[in-house]
């Protein structure tokens, strides 16, 4: 089996709620988890907002899916990249973002944390070495 | 009457609120919607430009669109009011005409 795992790479690059691309990445990032590849996420451009702190949806009466990242660690899904570049043209910081975290198997469960702030140059050595890279 | 004008993309993905700022004239009013809200943040690529235009426009943002993606007024560029639905509603009512950047 272990022959058999390919590097997959979702990069997320726009706002969520005003378009669906958001919601429809997040689905298959959750459907992959189930075939035990190596799996990471992109955030950056404005695809940062998609995982801000205190999202409340009561009086645009979306549905909030928000919560829904807090599962990825669960699915052995912890290695989130933020681009440090798209978090400071939109005036953000890490502190704007949820807490991600996942819990290690290898060090005694301990929590940790699943964003990895990443330049735009690591981001391009990090996509080069993937096998398959999602874009949405 | 002055114009309304509705932007609904955001400024840091598309050329929308640029066409705007460009083409809407003094005294008319912005109002900022879905993804678009996030244009009103404070410390943004943009936030010296849109303060610039607030010299003679009017900028407004919808604030149920804000709080969908995680923010709330302290978090805007001064000068930028917050209005919800009904405020929306008398934004149109008091413009002479609406015209949507998309």
């Known amino acids: ?136 | 009457m002055a114009m309304l004008h509705t932007v609904n993309k955001s400024p840091f993905e598309r050329n929308s609120l640029n066409s705007c700022l460009s083409k809407s004239k003094e005294g008319s009013t912005i109002l900022l919607i879905e993804d678009a809200v996030v244009g009103a943040l404070k410390g943004t690529v943009i936030a010296d430009k849109l303060t610039a235009a607030m010299s003679n426009k009017n900028i407004y943002v919808l604030g149920s669109d804000l709080n969908t993606r995680g923010f709330t007024e302290a978090e805007i560029l001064d000068g930028i009011k917050v209005v919800d639905y009904s405020g929306f509603v008398d934004l149109v009512a008091e413009h002479s005409n609406v015209q949507s950047w998309l």
């Open chain 1, 1 to 136: 089996m272990s022959d058999d795992i390919k590097k997959f790479m979702f990069v997320n690059t726009k706002a969520p709620y005003g378009t669906v691309y958001a919601l429809e990445s997040l689905e298959v990032v959750l459907i992959s988890a189930a075939f035990d590849q190596d799996v990471s996420l992109v955030f950056c451009d404005d695809g940062v907002f998609q995982i801000t702190r205190n999202q409340n949806t009561e009086a645009s009466g979306m549905k909030n899916f928000s919560p829904a990242y807090k599962a990825l660690g669960d699915y052995d899904i912890n290695k989130l990249y933020v681009e440090k570049e798209s978090l400071e043209e939109r005036g953000l910081t890490l502190d704007n973002l949820m807490d991600l975290t996942y819990e290690d198997e290898d060090d005694d469960w301990a929590e940790k944390p699943s964003i990895k702030l990443v330049t735009r140059a690591e981001l391009a050595d990090l996509m080069d070495g993937q096998d398959v890279i999602i874009s949405s």
